[in-house]
């Protein structure tokens, strides 16, 4: 049986004091460790020839879900993190509830990772309820905010997005945030945020908007909620805001979502992004042409005008050992895409090849330094527009340091 408690509905998150536009930008120690830690070179001496510059907003620099890395993500405390780091665009990674409201998490399903959801009177509204860990079994949840009105969604408190996979209570599962992370910054209840708070918060901040609309968990339409409403719900409360359609860039890994806004809504259509998983897709190669869904040519003939693959997908590496741009980003620029791409500062030290998302230059990922050359790459030789991270200083510095805006 649901759990039949009241929820106060308050109108919007109350934002800190200091979330306000960003007039100094702080980079804190981090950009200084990874130029240390750098091979001698011209990079590395073009880099550390800024170190002491003051700092300013870049539009290079996305915050991805904020400043992730430490803050727990998609809250307001997150954002102004990555402000206060010089991102000049922040996102927002839209969902909805079971009133159809819209709010910002990275997934529909994601609430027993990210919230408290489980050790809450909510949790009996959880569609697989906490399963201990048992022998070879790993314990196990799934919580979906399209199972909560957006009431009861703001009573939940937000936390990093970890769970113990050895847990056998659900207080327990709630830990496991990686060694790498920290959990200091989520010893005070951060705040979540509805789609609407979001832009609110960015506009304030002085920050331009990349909301994500995310696949649903649930079969659509959904409450007579469609796909078409569903997007065209996100760009109507731009509108409401009276936001600019040029400080907007609409996500999705859905092409037709994309192709939905190029043809309802050109205004925010012509910088709509499409994210591109075909990694998923068997045999697929991004240096091989024939095994891609649609080429770079055909995107762009359909109006698409910015694609966001996941880094790896952008570069190879050379006989002489040098990263490269891939077919796909050759090609990419030859029809005459622009290409953002994610994401920096989420794969923990870089010392045993970096994981995901550096496979296709993992023999070269040796150390934590790498990481701007692979920035470098990104940027000067495949021609980035934008680089999302998890901790937006790193990419904000190299920015300022080499004049992008």
């Not at 002491?52 to 993190?81: D, K, M, Y």
């Not at 945020?193 to 832009?199: F, K, N, V, Y």
């Not at 000067?380 to 901790?391: A, H, L, N, R, Y």
Request: charged letters at 20%; hydrophobic letters at 40%; glycine letters at 6%.
């Amino acid at each position: 049986m649901r759990n039949t408690a009241v929820f106060i509905l308050t109108c919007c998150a109350v934002l800190p004091a200091a979330a306000q536009t960003v007039e100094n930008v702080e980079y804190g120690p981090r950009p200084y460790y990874l130029i240390d830690q750098m091979k001698e070179g011209a990079l590395k001496d073009r880099l550390s020839q800024c170190m002491g510059q003051e700092g300013q907003t870049s539009l290079f620099s996305i915050g991805h879900r904020g400043a992730p890395l430490q803050f727990p993500e998609h809250t307001v405390e997150s954002n102004v993190a990555a402000a206060r780091m010089g991102a000049g665009i922040l996102e927002c990674d839209v969902t909805f509830t079971e009133d159809l409201e819209l709010v910002c998490r990275h997934a529909q399903n994601d609430l027993h990772t990210t919230t408290n959801i489980l050790t809450s009177p909510l949790a009996d509204t959880c569609v697989q309820p906490f399963t201990p860990a048992n022998g070879d079994t790993s314990a196990s949840a799934e919580c979906r905010t399209s199972e909560i009105t957006l009431a009861e969604f703001q009573t939940l408190t937000p936390k990093m997005d970890a769970a113990d996979a050895a847990a056998t209570t659900p207080e327990a599962y709630l830990q496991g945030t990686a060694d790498w992370r920290t959990d200091l910054y989520s010893a005070e209840p951060a705040t979540l945020m509805t789609h609407a708070e979001s832009i609110a918060l960015f506009q304030s901040l002085g920050a331009k908007f990349t909301p994500e609309l995310k696949a649903p968990s649930v079969e659509m339409p959904f409450n007579g909620f469609t796909q078409a409403d569903y997007a065209q719900k996100l760009v109507d409360e731009y509108r409401a805001a009276d936001i600019p359609p040029s400080d907007v860039w609409l996500q999705s890994f859905n092409l037709e979502d994309v192709l939905y806004w190029i043809e309802t809504e050109p205004e925010f259509g012509v910088q709509a992004v499409y994210l591109m998983d075909e990694y998923d897709t068997e045999g697929y190669s991004p240096m091989d042409a024939g095994t891609w869904p649609n080429t770079m040519e055909e995107l762009k003939s359909m109006g698409v005008n910015y694609i966001a693959p996941p880094t790896w997908m952008l570069v190879t590496t050379s006989a002489d050992g040098d990263i490269v741009p891939s077919e796909l980003a050759v090609q990419a620029k030859v029809a005459g895409l622009e290409i953002i791409t994610w994401t920096i500062e989420r794969s923990g030290p870089l010392k045993n090849g970096g994981g995901w998302y550096y496979q296709t230059i993992s023999d070269l990922t040796t150390n934590d330094g790498v990481m701007y050359e692979y920035i470098d790459a990104l940027a000067q030789d495949v021609g980035v527009v934008g680089i999302f991270s998890d901790w937006p200083a790193t990419v904000t510095y190299y920015a300022n340091c080499m004049g992008l805006e």
